[in-house]
């Protein structure tokens, strides 16, 4: 079952990093590692993205983690449409919900 949230991308945290393109126009960025990318009170844990920009798209097939307040999802798979601030969840998801303290 696919998973789709709207966010805001506001940093992301790499390890290694190829960049590839066709003189100054970059085309393909691939990251990997324990790579973090912070989004408003989320932040989102995977080993790989890959960014596509002709199709303005970060996707990777491997595991991510997202944290939120009183919120934990982990999933197989992931995509981004960097357009629409759409964030996909392929297979595998799994939502673990936690009360605050001061409720």
């Known amino acids: 079952m696919k998973r789709t949230l709207q966010a805001v991308f506001l940093a992301v945290f790499a390890v290694e990093a190829l960049v590839i393109g066709q003189g100054a126009e970059v085309t393909r960025v691939e990251l990997s590692g324990d790579l973090e990318m912070q989004v408003n ?22 595991a991510v983690q997202i944290d939120g307040p009183g919120v ?32």
């Open 72 to 103: 934990t999802v982990v999933g197989q798979g992931y995509s981004v449409d960097v357009t629409n601030k759409l964030l996909t969840l392929e297979a595998e998801v799994q939502t673990t919900l936690s009360r605050s303290e001061s409720s």
């Open 41 to 62: 009170d989320f932040l989102i844990k995977t080993q790989e993205a890959i960014f596509e920009a002709e199709q303005n798209r970060i996707s990777s097939p491997g």
